[in-house]
């Protein structure tokens, strides 16, 4: 079984940074893939971004300023967000990928005008 951990969620002013980390319960290498998400209130989930062992990609609205990158070694995902805006205010959940799909409970990034 995977759980996954998210930890780095807070209370920012707009234009501030805050670094979101997702901690797996087994070595993330044998995962497809791995991503952010964000769900704020009244909207749909979306991906914010994603990165296989090679690759990574990234919503049109964060590139740019978010940077997604992983640690093997620590089985960690991050999500570096800087310049952040009040439309970046979401619950950002963890996710993995291989024949599952597994998912953080979220942590919540609301950020100040």
């Known amino acids: 079984q995977v759980q996954l951990v998210e930890s780095g969620g807070g209370l920012v002013q707009a234009g501030g940074s805050l670094r979101l980390s997702c901690a797996a319960s087994?070595?993330?290498?044998?995962?497809?893939?791995m991503g952010w998400y964000r769900q704020a209130p009244g909207k749909q989930r979306e991906l914010v971004a994603s990165i296989t062992n090679t690759r990574a990609n990234y919503a049109d609205s964060v590139k740019g300023r978010f940077t997604i990158s992983r640690d093997n070694a620590k089985n960690t995902v991050y999500l570096q967000m800087n310049s952040l805006k009040p439309e970046d205010t979401a619950v950002y959940l963890c996710?993995?990928?291989?024949?599952?799909?597994?998912w953080g409970q979220g942590t919540q990034v609301t950020v100040s005008s």
């Open positions: 996710n993995a990928k291989n024949y599952y799909i597994y």
């Open positions: 087994r070595n993330i290498f044998s995962f497809n893939s």
